[in-house]
């Protein structure tokens, strides 16, 4: 569901989530943040210093967001296989862009993880940027590490894996897997990869595996 920013603060973080997320964090200024969120250079330096304080609020407020969808697809008495398909399903989701403000462009089809690609592509100086990325990874890793638990403690992995370790992998895994679908600019590569891939590194029994087809068509 679009969410309709109700003051200038709220529009200039949402904005600027947007704007990264289609594009990338070097790139967008905040002369285009202003324009696109309807408020005034003064408005923004009102609220923020710097872009890089903007950026690192935006983030915090996303995260807020995601962590609503999070914590209702890992809810404890959800059984751990359908938490595991869960989130597979919003990977695919994310990585086409739902949940998005839009601004009508449409030209790239994959936009993966905004803080994930900007805490790579800005230098060590960007220090707010960095400690975006590093805080949302530990986030997203630490529900991962918990399904893996679960998983484990449910009997549905062919061996005893440490959770950290493997939520870090499947974590670092995604993050790779939709850096890849947004060269090729195509969901295809998610769809195809995906489950094959996280199902092989968690190690999750033949048994409780989706096909590759049926996990493609029912996206």
């Known amino acids: 569901m679009v969410r309709k920013p109700t ?3 709220e529009k200039l973080l949402c904005t600027a989530m947007e704007l990264i997320w289609q594009s990338n964090y070097t790139s967008v200024g905040v002369n285009e943040i202003c324009k696109q969120a309807g408020v005034t ?9 710097t872009k890089a ?10 995260w807020e967001h995601l962590k609503v969808e999070l ?18 399903d919003m990977v695919i989701g994310h990585a086409r ?11 790239q089809v994959v936009v993966g993880c905004p803080v994930f690609t900007s805490g790579g592509q800005c230098g060590c100086e960007e220090i707010k940027v960095q400690q975006a ?4 990874a530990a986030n997203k ?16 992995l062919s061996d005893a894996p440490d959770p950290e370790q493997v ?41 409780h595996r989706r096909l590759a087809a049926d996990a493609s068509s029912a996206a």
């Open 141 to 156: 890793i630490a529900y991962l590490s918990i399904l893996i638990s679960r998983l484990r403690a449910e009997g549905l």
């Open 53 to 62: 304080d903007l950026y690192y609020a935006a983030v915090l407020n996303h």
């Open 7 to 9: 003051d200038t603060r």
């Open 167 to 207: 939520g870090r992998l499947l974590y670092q895994f995604v993050q790779g897997l939709l850096i890849y679908c947004r060269i090729y600019n195509s969901v295809d590569c998610v769809l195809s990869d995906l489950r094959p891939g996280v199902y092989r590194m968690i190690g999750l029994k033949a048994e």
């Open 41 to 49: 250079k003064g408005s923004f330096y009102h609220y923020f210093e």
């Open 97 to 107: 862009g739902e949940g998005m403000l839009q601004n009508g462009d449409t030209t």
């Open 71 to 88: 914590d209702r697809n890992f809810d404890p008495a959800r059984p751990a296989l359908d938490q595991l398909e869960g989130y597979l």
């Open 133 to 136: 990325a590093q805080e949302m």
